[in-house]
């Protein structure tokens, strides 16, 4: 069973930064991904990460502000949230999958982490 382990959420003021993190506990590498939600609304995309790392995708909104970065054959992915705003406030997921033909879609994942709260005020 493949376990996400997520850290770095926090509060911050808006135009502020955070770094989030995850690990997954697989041997083989696999896709990864960014998602959030907010009470009462479908969990969204934010970002995609490919398993070696040379492709990225991310949602319209977080363009130019976000970056999904994943550490050399290692299931580790991290996302820098740059000039961030209240808007960006959510519970952060971590997901891992290991076939993925659609990588902005929570459907295409199988494993998640339990999350970390982001707060922007």
């Known amino acids: 069973h493949v376990q996400l382990v997520e850290s770095g959420g926090g509060s911050v003021q808006a135009g502020g930064s955070l770094r989030l993190s995850c690990s997954a506990s697989a041997d083989a590498l696999m896709y990864m991904a960014w998602f959030r939600q907010t009470p009462g609304q479908k969990r969204e995309a934010v970002a995609a990460i490919t398993t070696g790392g040379s492709s990225t995708m991310y949602h319209d909104s977080v363009k130019g502000r976000f970056t999904i970065s994943r550490e050399s054959g290692k299931n580790t992915v991290h996302l820098q949230m740059n000039s961030l705003m209240p808007e960006d406030s959510a519970m952060y997921y971590c997901?891992?999958?290991?076939?993925?033909?659609?990588?902005?879609?929570?459907?295409?994942?199988?494993?998640w982490g339990p999350g970390t709260q982001v707060t922007v005020s």
């Open positions: 997901a891992a999958g290991i076939w993925v033909t659609s990588p902005l879609r929570s459907s295409a994942y199988n494993y």
